[in-house]
């Protein structure tokens, strides 16, 4: 068990399409081993049929510093997949964060989106309306080592993600000033490793997990232990 009050909780930031109830097992195993867990939900996942203007990746962002500016404890805060894009912009100058983990997460720099981080051309913003559906065959690209009961219950869930969210750049980055790791999925079929690479090498220390793009429903018992030793080392 983690005595020590002072000790961080976790403030977990989930990816595009998804909830703050992806992360329901993964909380359930840091209780487990005495640590304590907070989720946010990014406004940018919107209801089906939403159209028009909706919240984008600064909404997210936020959002997430709300819940860090509110936390009673220091933070090591998680981001998976596009949720390190809002946790990037929402950290920064955040004297309460003691560490980022990316989870095969996007680690933007300064002008970057997630459009744009590849090589994309980067969209006038005024013009950024509607929704990114949820991606293709997402039982194999986001949930190929997922038991499957466990990933016909996510399908369920998933809701549409606001363009704007992908199209907005990050104007500041918190991976410069924070301490922060990167957690490889080795197995990812939505951003392959060779992808994540040039987020990884942004951060101070990289970790491997031999899990597809969603760790925290296919192996939720090994991302705990490894969240949990980071966080033994960030205070």
């Known amino acids: 068990m983690n005595d020590d009050t002072r000790a961080p909780h976790f403030l977990l930031v989930h990816g595009a399409w998804h909830g703050s109830w992806c992360w329901r097992e993964l909380q359930d195993h840091l209780t487990q081993r005495g640590w304590t867990s907070h989720t946010v939900d990014l406004p940018s996942v919107v209801s089906e049929g939403a159209d028009g203007k909706l919240p984008g990746l600064m909404d997210d962002a936020r959002v997430v510093r709300e819940v860090i500016d509110a936390a009673e ?55 950024v309306e509607g929704v990114v559906p949820v991606r293709e065959n997402p039982e194999t690209t986001l949930y190929n080592d997922v038991a499957d009961d466990k990933r016909d219950a996510a399908l369920a869930r998933l809701l549409p993600q606001s363009a704007l969210s992908f199209a907005e750049p990050v104007s500041r980055a918190a991976w410069k000033t924070v301490p922060s790791s990167y957690v490889f999925c080795d197995d990812d079929q939505s951003l392959p490793p060779a992808y994540q690479e040039p987020f990884a090498q942004r951060t101070g220390t990289t970790y491997h997990l031999p899990s597809g793009h969603t760790p925290l429903l296919s192996m939720p018992d090994k991302l705990a232990d490894l969240l949990v030793g980071i966080a033994r080392s960030s205070w």
């Open 73 to 127: 404890a220091p933070l090591v805060v998680v981001g998976h997949s596009y949720g390190g894009a809002p946790v990037t912009q929402a950290a920064v100058g955040a004297a309460n964060v003691a560490h980022i983990v990316y989870v095969s997460g996007f680690a933007l720099d300064v002008g970057e989106s997630l459009m744009t981080c590849f090589g994309g051309d980067q969209p006038d913003l005024s013009t």
